[in-house]
């Protein structure tokens, strides 16, 4: 998904220089337009690929268990509200350690990817 965002914001940006060139030769008003709008769609891609870039490089090695299902992801035994720290990955399982009440449990969850 971050790399899909970085990919289409530099095609966007590389049509969008495109356009502005084309906008000196002929029918420029329409161009600079498409262009203007084009260059501001790759500045939004990036920005939406950077927001999340330092987070998921984080928790890069836990990433397939999804940043979504980990937001909600609680402790079977206590209810503790578990993070990333809390995840660990044995022979392609993928076990919970609580660091409150210290239950470790194999995740049940099929991650959704
Ligand atoms: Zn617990």
Redesign the pocket.
């Known amino acids: 998904m971050k790399t899909a965002g970085y990919l289409l914001g530099a095609v966007l940006g590389l049509v969008g220089l495109i356009f502005l060139v084309a906008a000196g030769q002929s029918n420029t008003m329409p161009r600079v337009i498409i262009g203007i709008v084009l260059l501001g769609g790759a500045a939004f891609m990036i920005y939406l690929a950077r927001s999340r870039g330092p987070e998921t490089r984080i928790t890069h090695e836990i990433d397939l268990t999804g940043e979504t299902e980990l937001e909600h992801l609680?402790?079977?035994?206590?209810?503790?509200q578990?993070d990333a720290d809390a995840i660990e990955m044995h022979e392609g399982a993928i076990y919970v350690k609580?660091?409150?009440?210290?239950?470790t449990y194999q995740l049940e969850e099929k991650p959704k990817w």
Do not use: N
């Not at 609580?98 to 239950?103: I, N, V």
């Open positions: 609680r402790c079977k035994s206590c209810g503790a578990l609580c660091p409150y009440c210290g239950t």
